[in-house]
């Protein structure tokens, strides 16, 4: 069964600062796809950053990147600037390319202190 | 832009009494989800369906049912409600399985 382990139940990062999330996953399969969700006090899922895992290209949008490495089956996400708005919980997800269950880790608080 | 609108957003049952979560999206997406959120946890993917008239299950499908009678509307039905039922509930629709998902705003149920 696949699995995603967020081993950092709490992040702390000072304004402007930089921070990495880690996330490792298992699974025996080739195809799949990788995802970083937000979840803010609001309680909103909000869809940070999608990766394929055909692709070698780590994928970026604005301040947030990620750092696949798909033989040790890790997919960090990395914010830079960090911002007051950017304190969230975040989730690391995976999905079998032709399966609908998405699988999500436990989550990982991001404080961000002014 | 509505997205997906759950309805509602708080609820308190008692055990054994059943109810019915709403998840409606505008978004003409084929895929729709069904997750619960407990405490401390991921989300866990309840049933799903990737059309009108077709439902599955996913990982923890005791205790609900699902219909899906129009591609717009996925209602949850919780019957005989177990306080191990207690827990955040979200739908969610996509355009295709592979891609990211649209939540909406989750509903807080509480089995007391």
């Known amino acids: 069964a696949q699995t995603v382990t967020q081993s950092q139940p709490e992040m702390s990062v000072q304004e402007a600062e930089t921070v990495t999330l880690s996330c490792t996953y298992d699974?025996?399969?080739?195809?799949?796809?990788l995802f970083w969700y937000k979840q803010p006090p609001s309680r909103q899922m909000i869809l940070v950053i999608r990766?394929?895992?055909?692709?070698?290209q780590n994928a970026t949008e604005n301040r947030f990147s990620v750092n696949f490495q798909k033989a040790a089956k890790s997919f960090s996400l990395k914010i830079s600037d960090s911002q007051l708005g950017d304190a969230a919980m975040y989730f690391c997800?995976?999905?079998?390319?032709?399966?609908?269950?998405?699988?999500f880790g436990a989550g990982t608080r991001l404080t961000v202190k002014p | 832009n509505a997205g997906v609108t759950q309805t509602p957003k708080f609820r308190i049952l008692k055990i054994g009494q059943s109810m019915t979560l709403q998840c409606t999206q505008d978004?003409?997406?084929?895929?729709m989800y069904w997750y619960r959120q407990d405490p401390g946890m991921g989300l866990k993917l309840i049933y799903y369906?990737?059309?009108?008239?077709?439902?599955d299950k996913g990982e923890v499908p005791n205790g609900y049912n699902v219909s899906r009678s129009t591609t717009e509307d996925f209602p949850l039905r919780l019957e005989l409600a177990a306080p191990s039922q207690t827990s955040v509930y979200f739908c969610?629709?996509?355009?295709?399985?592979?891609?990211?998902?649209?939540f909406g705003s989750g509903t807080r149920l509480t089995v007391v």
């Open positions: 969610a629709s996509s355009t295709r399985g592979n891609y990211g998902y649209t």
């Open positions: 699974t025996s399969e080739s195809d799949y796809y």
């Open positions: 990766q394929e895992a055909y692709k070698q």
């Open positions: 997800a995976y999905r079998l390319y032709n399966n609908n269950d998405m699988r």
């Open positions: 978004m003409n997406h084929n895929y």
């Open positions: 369906s990737v059309g009108a008239g077709i439902t």
